[in-house]
């Protein structure tokens, strides 16, 4: 069995969303670091071959060792949906962290 690593490790907010309350890693200062825009932003670029379309985690596993950082690869890319954003032959962005993320 992996290592799973949650998002929720690197800070959680409470939010109020009709009427619930909800824990979610939006809104957290790490997760408002994230921006592949920003000028000090490194990343690969990296073509989606067709055994690992739709498969993050073994994108995730691939590029770093591990499948723990599959939710970083969508995030950076802005992918909800990895049957929507992960296809063969799509280019996405391969952000260049350290594995001690967050820490």
């Known amino acids: 069995m992996s290592n799973y690593m949650s998002r929720y490790q ?7 969303h009709k009427g619930k309350t909800i824990t979610t ?3 957290t200062p790490f997760m408002d670091s994230i921006d ?3 000028p ?3 990343h690969d670029v990296a073509k989606i071959k ?4 739709h498969r993050p985690d073994t994108i995730s596993d691939i590029f770093y060792n591990s499948s723990a950082y599959w939710w970083y ?5 802005n992918i909800n949906d990895p ?3 992960l296809n063969s032959s ?4 391969i952000p260049q962290i350290n594995v001690n993320i967050g820490k």
């Open 40 to 42: 000090n932003s490194q």
């Open 25 to 27: 890693s939006i809104h």
């Open 90 to 93: 799509t280019k996405i962005l």
């Open 73 to 77: 690869i969508l995030l950076y890319n």
């Open 36 to 38: 592949p825009t920003s």
């Open 10 to 16: 690197y800070g959680v907010t409470a939010i109020t």
């Open 83 to 85: 049957f929507e954003g």
């Open 50 to 53: 067709q055994y690992v379309k």
